[in-house]
């Protein structure tokens, strides 16, 4: 079974509402490949390895959080952008990228899968009415130690996290990817512990001075679930076949 390039776009586009942010990359079709898309790859970041691996996959359309053309970035097509592109073009294989659409959304994307792995039974935005900012907050069915949430990260990340304080915690605000600088956010909301992907220096003294737990689980290994559900939810939905593939990063 098979979809159309055009229905995975739409579906896409609806479920992830990309025109509600200001991102700082185009969200939606960024490479457009053959029309027909029997097999859909996901992953977390549109590399040379993902690419080559979805091609290897016999890939239609490939799905990913961190894709191409940021703002700021030199435009021009050389180098390693252009050999990325050449292997896109070669194989016929279309590019969707979604960023901030892809972590906020409230049931499929990377903060809400976040949270239900850490044993959030109801995740929602920090900010209802600022649907776009991308933390989201929950709390823990009881109290449990801090090392114990980084235990349960751990097991389902596959790698150890970087934990400051000590200490029960059952209040949580987190941010998947980059989200270190909203560590003040997170205190402000009287959250016990600050869950993102990575860590700063500054972070470890507003978390000691703040009196805010804080567990940096990487910034790839937070963002691999949202788009696996989304991929998995498309395939479903449209007819096609769904793989995910994990190309290893230790950030």
Same mark, same amino acid.
């Given at each position: 079974m098979a979809c159309t390039r055009q229905q995975l776009n739409a579906f896409l586009d609806a479920l992830l509402t990309p025109a509600r942010f200001e991102d700082y990359c185009p969200n939606g079709l960024q490479v457009e490949g053959k029309e027909e898309v029997h097999h859909l790859v996901t992953g977390v970041t549109a590399s040379q390895a993902l690419l080559q691996a979805a091609r290897e996959r016999g890939a239609d359309a490939i799905l990913v959080h961190h894709g191409y053309f940021w703002r700021g970035e030199d435009p021009r097509l050389t180098g390693m952008k252009a050999a990325r592109l050449r292997t896109l073009v070669a194989a016929q294989m279309s590019l969707f990228a979604y960023h901030?659409? *892809?972590?906020?959304?409230?049931? %499929?994307?990377?903060?809400?899968? *976040?949270?239900?792995?850490?044993?959030?039974?109801?995740?929602?935005?920090?900010?209802?009415?600022?649907?776009?900012?991308?933390?989201?907050?929950?709390?823990?069915?009881?109290?449990?130690?801090?090392?114990?949430?980084?235990?349960?990260?751990?097991?389902?990340?596959?790698?150890?996290?970087?934990?400051?304080?000590?200490?029960?915690?059952?209040?949580?605000?987190?941010?998947?990817?980059?989200?270190?600088? %909203?560590?003040?956010?997170?205190?402000?909301?009287?959250?016990?512990? %600050?869950?993102?992907?990575?860590?700063?220096?500054?972070?470890?003294?507003?978390a000691r001075e703040r009196n805010i737990a804080f567990i940096a689980a990487g910034h790839h290994a937070t963002e691999r679930y949202g788009v696996q559900a989304v991929g998995a939810l498309a395939a479903d939905a449209l007819g096609c076949t769904h793989e995910f593939i994990e190309i290893a990063n230790p950030v």
């Amino acid at each position: 079974m098979a979809c159309t390039r055009q229905q995975l776009n739409a579906f896409l586009d609806a479920l992830l509402t990309p025109a509600r942010f200001e991102d700082y990359c185009p969200n939606g079709l960024q490479v457009e490949g053959k029309e027909e898309v029997h097999h859909l790859v996901t992953g977390v970041t549109a590399s040379q390895a993902l690419l080559q691996a979805a091609r290897e996959r016999g890939a239609d359309a490939i799905l990913v959080h961190h894709g191409y053309f940021w703002r700021g970035e030199d435009p021009r097509l050389t180098g390693m952008k252009a050999a990325r592109l050449r292997t896109l073009v070669a194989a016929q294989m279309s590019l969707f990228a979604y960023h901030l659409p *892809l972590d906020c959304h409230p049931e %499929y994307g990377n903060n809400a899968t *976040l949270g239900r792995l850490m044993g959030v039974p109801v995740p929602e935005p920090l900010d209802p009415e600022h649907a776009a900012t991308p933390l989201f907050k929950g709390f823990l069915d009881q109290p449990i130690a801090l090392q114990a949430l980084a235990g349960r990260l751990e097991a389902s990340l596959s790698r150890a996290p970087l934990i400051v304080g000590d200490g029960n915690v059952q209040s949580i605000v987190w941010c998947t990817g980059a989200g270190q600088g %909203y560590i003040d956010l997170a205190a402000d909301a009287g959250a016990d512990v %600050y869950v993102t992907g990575e860590v700063s220096e500054q972070t470890v003294h507003i978390a000691r001075e703040r009196n805010i737990a804080f567990i940096a689980a990487g910034h790839h290994a937070t963002e691999r679930y949202g788009v696996q559900a989304v991929g998995a939810l498309a395939a479903d939905a449209l007819g096609c076949t769904h793989e995910f593939i994990e190309i290893a990063n230790p950030v």
